[in-house]
């Protein structure tokens, strides 16, 4: 069956300092996966998708992941954490079928940025 | 503009009523969602449909209801039968393909007073 897991659910860095969200997938087939940002009291949108192409995926606000097979992992990068990205990210997959609706959602990851 | 619409953004049920929550899409989309989101616990599948007329209960499913009958819309009812409805709800849309995106609005939030 294919799951995704979120390491931490809550990750504090300084203004400047890296940003690493980690997700961990596990999948019996090629996976697709996204990450998503929520600010409060606002819908998901969309930050980046690994579609089998490019192994690093570049996003928007300068975030980035990179998709390993062999660690099962697709993490979350950004390398200057700003004010404005304090918010609850989400990594998800996409399966075939089952009752998740053929997307599977982590639980969520909130990050506060320091100043 | 392209999107999915959720409305009212906010809204208030007493105790004991029924009350109907909107997800409009122009995107063309065939799958729609319902999500449920509470502090700390992600988001839950409610219902979803991939097709007009059709649709599969999701893993939280009691106490709610939904329709399908365009594919622009899917709205939500939250019954009486459900215990606690106080929540954030999300709708979502998606193309076909597994490695397309969904699409999401920007919430309802649900009290019960």
């Known amino acids: 069956a294919q799951s995704v897991t979120q390491l931490g659910s809550h990750v504090s860095v300084s203004e400047g300092a890296l940003v690493l969200l980690r997700c961990n997938y596990s999948s019996s087939v090629p996976p697709y996966l996204f990450w998503y940002v929520q600010y409060p009291n606002q819908g998901l949108q969309l930050l980046l998708k690994y579609t089998s192409a490019a192994t690093l995926v570049k996003g928007i606000n300068g975030f980035e992941a990179e998709f390993k097979k062999s660690e099962t992992s697709f993490h979350l990068t950004k390398p200057s954490a700003h004010m404005s990205d304090a918010a609850e990210y989400f990594c998800?997959?996409?399966?075939?079928?089952?009752?998740?609706?053929?997307?599977?959602f982590g639980k969520g990851t909130k990050l506060s940025v320091k100043p | 503009d392209g999107g999915i619409t959720q409305s009212p953004k906010y809204l208030f049920r007493k105790e004991g009523q029924n009350v109907t929550l909107s997800c409009e899409q122009n995107l063309n989309h065939d799958a729609m969602y319902w999500y449920r989101q509470d502090p700390g616990q992600g988001l839950r599948l409610i219902y979803y449909?991939?097709?007009?007329?059709?649709?599969q209960k999701g893993d939280i499913a009691e106490g709610y209801s939904v329709s399908r009958e365009k594919k622009e819309s899917f709205p939500l009812t939250v019954t009486s039968a459900q215990k606690n409805p106080t929540a954030f709800y999300l709708c979502?849309?998606?193309?076909?393909?597994?490695?397309?995106?969904?699409?999401f609005g920007q919430g309802t939030r649900l009290t019960v007073v």
């Open positions: 979502a849309s998606r193309g076909q393909g597994k490695g397309t995106e969904a699409f």
């Open positions: 449909s991939q097709i007009v007329n059709d649709f």
């Open positions: 998800a997959v996409s399966i075939y079928g089952g009752s998740q609706g053929n997307l599977i």
